[in-house]
């Protein structure tokens, strides 16, 4: 069983940044395939990037360029560094753990464990 917490969500003006943070619990020595997804509303929750246990990233399309993914083994931590916010990343942005396929952005990807999420309002 893991537990996500996520944390670092608000409001931030057009152009601002914030960083997302997941504490996760493991029970084992297993470093999970891991990545945050968003829900903007009135659309479908949707996978904006995703690092394996090597540190190996996949990024949408739609934040690439502006979100970094990382993580932290030792203090079992995932972040998710945000800039160049704009209104249009309004969501609920959940922390994912145990992704398979790893990588895989689109189409059927099953997580195992998730986060209760943290909003995340762009204001222009």
């Given amino acids: 069983q893991v537990h996500l917490v996520e944390s670092g969500g608000g409001s931030v003006q057009s152009g601002g940044s914030l960083r997302l ?4 619990s493991e029970y084992s020595d297993r ?3 891991m990545g945050w997804f968003r829900h903007p509303p009135e659309k ?6 995703i690092i394996d246990s090597d540190g190996g990233t996949n990024y949408a399309d739609s934040v690439k360029g502006r979100f970094t ?9 995932l ?12 969501a609920m942005y959940y922390c994912a753990a145990d992704i398979a396929p790893c990588g ?5 990807v099953k997580v195992d464990y998730w986060g209760k999420g943290t909003q995340i309002t762009g204001e222009s």
């Fill in 21 to 24: 943070s997941c504490q996760h």
């Fill in 31 to 33: 470093k999970y395939c």
């Fill in 44 to 49: 479908e929750r949707e996978a904006i990037a």
């Fill in 69 to 77: 993914i990382s993580r932290d083994n030792t203090a079992n931590t």
């Fill in 79 to 90: 972040y998710l560094q945000m800039d160049s916010l704009k209104p249009e990343d309004t």
């Fill in 104 to 108: 895989k952005l689109t189409g059927d």
